[in-house]
């Protein structure tokens, strides 16, 4: 099954601009609620994660608009995405449902934690425009969670500000390590998962129709 590049490109752009429109509505109900910290705001991994996955798969969607194909860097920053996309999900649904502050918008909560998580899981699965990603580099995805731990565990224990309570140093540093490295092996068996995937190759994107001049240009 082939599909068109610029239906592709679209249903990204459009997965993409849900997101941020999610977290634009969440940042600003907050704000109209409370003052706002922008730095804690944009601190929550959920957020951090929801936006890099939304880069990544704009940047996509414009090469491909453009008949270009996406660098080896572009895609492995998508794969790691995706598995970040997968731990949100899946923390979120196991350890933080029912638990007081987070997303307080119920739509908006839906698209950062169910919705896009579910939408970069399957646009990886379905569309073929990535090559099988090399196990080599498979620990480029520790990289980014690995920072935001410990820029979390240094908030936590200079001005106390956790964006999530099983990671507050009150509750014992034991149990917060516990948990960070649960977060490590969480995310390398995503990003494990999502690198094993990109095997797949289900739905073929087909190339973008060269415009008018670029066709004039071949021709010669």
Not at 56 to 69: K, S
Not at 172 to 198: P, R, W
Not at 204 to 209: A, D, H, K, L, R
């Amino acid at each position: 099954m082939t599909v068109p590049a610029p239906s592709v490109a679209v249903l990204r752009l459009f997965a993409a601009g849900l997101t941020g429109v999610a977290v634009t509505a969440t940042f600003l109900s907050t704000a109209a609620r409370t003052t706002i910290n922008p730095v804690n705001f944009f601190g929550f991994f959920t957020i951090q994660s929801n936006l890099l996955a939304a880069a990544a798969l704009v940047l996509t969607a414009a090469l491909c608009l453009l008949g270009r194909p996406a660098p080896a860097w572009l895609e492995l920053a998508r794969a790691a995405t995706t598995g970040y996309m997968i731990v949100v999900g899946l923390v979120y649904n196991t350890l933080l449902t029912g638990l007081a502050g987070g997303v307080e918008l119920p739509w908006a909560n839906t698209v950062l934690h169910v919705l896009f998580p579910l939408y970069c899981l399957l646009d990886w699965v379905l569309f073929a425009d990535r090559a099988p990603q090399p196990w080599r580099r498979l620990w480029v995805v520790l990289i980014y969670p690995v920072l935001w731990c410990a820029v979390v565990l240094v908030r936590g224990a200079t001005d106390g500000w956790v964006p999530y309570p099983f990671l507050d140093p009150a509750t014992g540093y034991g149990s917060v390590f516990g948990y960070v490295l649960l977060i490590a092996v969480t995310v390398i068996v995503a990003g494990a998962a999502v690198f094993g995937l990109s095997r797949l190759r289900p739905v073929t994107v087909g190339p973008v129709t060269a415009r008018p001049a670029e066709q004039a240009t071949t021709r010669g």
